[in-house]
């Protein structure tokens, strides 16, 4: 059978909550089950969804057709092992990181791995919308050792939802993410613990709408911007020290090293920004 007829999800965060809330509305006939560990999470999901099924581990989803994992970065390995273990259906990651994760999975035919960007900086299910989800990409990271028509099976089904697929290198992935999200968020925590030694008086009165717009991707989930960063160490890296690079450009045009630069400078810079007005806070 194609179209799978009950999937499970694992952690109902921001982005588990809003595909299962997408599951329920837009393919009312399968069932869902879930299993999280915190029982607000679990309060607020079954007030939005009263028909989802609760497990209390990863093994009990065993008779899904498609598993869907919405967790930690760094329990995606171990939780896929045990449903790959306790199943026969398809395994599916939602991690923002890809390379590490796909690499250590390589050897499980039925682990396919995946990331929507639609995340956001707030941890939990409270403010999970489905419409996130098909406002923006799902990336496929398929290994050597998927099956091609499992891989098409996990895309026609996403695309049923309203989601729009693509595929990618898992490498490749990591490398673009890096810099359009992940050194973003590394940026804003560097900015905001610089603008943590100020005092907290000043800083209150002369913070400006720009001050706050940087500073708020330093989100308090911490521990998952964590693991990415660990997890995505070496892109990141690389792009940072591309960063810092033209950081010390601008700086030492506006220093005077190179006099009537920095206007220019600036102005590619802007031109960058005005094609990437409007889009998406992909996570």
């Known amino acids: 059978m194609d179209a799978p007829k009950r999937i499970g999800i694992v952690g109902t965060g921001l982005i588990g909550a809003a595909f299962a809330a997408l599951v329920a509305r837009r393919a009312p006939g399968v069932t869902i089950e879930a ?7 679990r309060e607020a999901v079954g007030a939005r969804l009263p028909n989802l099924r609760w497990q209390h581990c990863a093994s009990e989803l065993d008779r899904c ?32 990181t890809k ?26 299910p409270f403010r999970a919308e489905p419409d996130a989800l098909t406002a923006a990409k799902v ?19 996403l695309a049923s939802l309203g989601c729009t697929v693509v595929r990618i290198d898992a490498t490749a992935h990591d490398t673009l993410l890096a810099r359009t999200s992940h050194l973003p968020h590394l940026l804003a925590y560097g900015y905001a613990g610089l603008l943590a030694r100020m005092d907290e008086g000043e800083l209150g009165a002369f913070a400006s ?13 911490t521990r998952m911007w964590a693991q990415i960063f660990d997890q995505n160490a070496e892109a990141v890296s690389s792009a940072l020290d591309e960063l810092i690079v033209e950081l010390m450009d601008l700086r030492n045009a506006f220093a005077g ?23 998406n806070d992909d996570d």
Do not use: W
């Not at 706050?212 to 308090?220: D, G, K, N, Q, T």
């Open 209 to 221: 709408r720009s001050t706050r717009e940087i500073s708020r991707f330093a989100s308090l989930n």
């Open 139 to 157: 990336v496929l990271t398929p290994h050597d050792g998927n099956d091609e028509a499992d891989v098409e099976r996990v895309e026609r089904f």
């Open 35 to 41: 299993v999280e560990p915190k029982g607000s999470y």
């Open 65 to 96: 057709d498609m598993v869907f994992l919405a967790c930690p970065p760094d329990t995606v390995v171990p939780v896929a092992r045990q449903v790959l273990e306790a199943g026969k259906g398809l395994v599916v990651d939602f991690a923002s």
């Open 257 to 279: 090293a190179r006099a009537g630069r920095v206007e220019p400078s600036l102005a590619d810079a802007a031109r960058i920004s005005e094609i990437l007005n409007g889009s």
């Open 99 to 124: 390379g590490r994760i796909v690499a250590d999975l390589s050897d499980a035919p039925r682990f396919i791995g995946a990331h929507p960007l639609a995340g956001g900086n707030r941890p939990g």
